[in-house]
Nanobody, 130 residues
Framework: QVHLVESGGGLVQPGGSLKLSCVVS????????IGWYRQAPGKEREGLSC????????YNTDSVKGRFHVSTVNTKNTVYLQMNNLKAEDTAVYYC???????????????????????WGQGTQVTVSS
């Protein structure tokens, strides 16, 4: 059973940085893609940054390109999301999701990911406010 646990959320001022962690267990293949997503109140969940364990390939969606960066460690059981230059509109619950997708970009850009990606963590709240 795939299990994901996010941590690292909190309150940060505009322009600040935050690093989220997603501890992953139960993966049966290196072909899994781990993605970071977020959902603000009243909005659909959206993809941010994704990484594939087998080759370390990463993809960032246009909404966070240049500000957010996804990475993993050699043990491949933790995926990070480094968020820089945070803005008020980045306030949301942040989730990590896992699934096997041929295209990392497709999994990150997918619409309505909540119903189309198999495994999710419980989420961590990020609030950007002065």
């Amino acid at each position: 059973q795939v299990h994901l646990v996010e941590s690292g959320g909190g309150l940060v001022q505009p322009g600040g940085s935050l690093k989220l962690s997603c501890v992953v267990s139960g993966l049966t293949s290196d072909e899994f893609v781990i993605g970071w997503y977020r959902q603000a109140p009243g909005k659909e969940r959206e993809g941010l940054s994704c990484i594939r364990f087998s080759d370390g390939f990463t993809y960032n969606t246009d909404s966070v390109k240049g500000r957010f960066h996804v990475s993993t460690v050699n043990t491949k059981n933790t995926v990070y999301l480094q968020m820089n230059n945070l803005k008020a509109e980045d306030t949301a619950v942040y989730y990590c999701g896992a699934d096997i997708y041929t295209s990392v970009q497709h999994m990150c850009d997918i619409r309505r990911p909540a119903s189309r990606i198999d495994y999710w963590g419980q989420g961590t709240q990020v609030t950007v406010s002065s």
